[in-house]
């Protein structure tokens, strides 16, 4: 398995949205987006992709974070809160894992630290088989 710095790095949508991971470790990662023009829906506020995309990054992050390949299976979000400006920031945490599973808890926050949406994602854990 790649780093998962490497994986991020390497994941281009997410770059060229101006996602930047600031942290990661076992069952954690943390990340940030400064919003832009770019990044508004036609009612000029945060479009609920860049908000999806900045909690999906860090989902993967961390449930890659074991060494063990994770992928998504199930994903929900729910949105509280339009955002004109700023920074958001994402934070993931594990709230269960298991052999297969892993499902983590991401807060979306703005710069006054204001919840901007939750995300609740399930990841497969791949064995050793499914990789080949």
């Known amino acids: 398995m790649k780093s ?9 949508f997410a770059a060229h949205v101006g996602i ?11 990340a940030e987006v400064t919003l832009s023009e770019v990044h508004m829906n036609g009612l000029g506020t945060a479009h609920g992709g860049i908000v999806f995309t900045l909690a999906d990054l860090v989902f993967a992050a ?17 949105y ?3 955002v004109r400006e700023g920074t958001l920031t994402a ?3 594990e709230i ?19 919840r901007v ?12 088989k499914d990789r080949r």
Not at 4 to 12: E, P
Not at 21 to 28: C, K, N, R, T
Not at 98 to 112: E, F, H, P, Q
């Open 91 to 93: 934070e993931a945490k």
């Open 62 to 78: 961390a449930s890659n974070s074991h060494g063990v390949d994770a992928m998504a299976v199930n994903i929900h979000i729910s």
């Open 4 to 12: 998962i710095k490497t994986a991020v790095d390497q994941d281009r």
């Open 80 to 82: 509280f809160k339009a």
């Open 96 to 114: 269960s894992l298991t052999r297969k599973l892993g499902t983590y808890a991401v807060d979306v926050t703005d710069t006054d630290g204001n």
């Open 117 to 128: 949406a939750a995300f609740i994602g399930t990841a497969y854990r791949k064995s050793e």
């Open 20 to 30: 930047r991971l600031l942290e990661v470790s076992p069952g954690y990662a943390r």
